[in-house]
């Protein structure tokens, strides 16, 4: 299968609203956190590409059933 990898970074942080899902079968997403900030997602999240967290700060996954 192919991967997409979503990329979030920076020293502020943020969060990614809404689910954060493969796009089918064949093409995985995958998530990268670079930097020092701290990043939540919200949402019902089921990606299934490799994830990847480095330069410190916090990744916050939400696998709620809705969107916050």
Do not use: E, H, P
């Not at 502020?12 to 796009?23: A, M």
């Amino acid at each position: 299968a192919n991967t997409r990898l979503l990329t979030v970074g920076g020293t502020n942080g943020g969060i990614v609203q809404g689910s954060i899902v493969d796009i089918s079968g064949t093409m995985l997403v995958g998530l990268t956190k670079i930097g020092s900030g701290t990043w939540t997602t919200s949402g019902a999240n089921t990606f299934s590409g490799a994830s990847n967290f480095s330069g410190g700060g916090t990744m916050i996954l939400d696998y709620g059933t809705q969107d916050n």
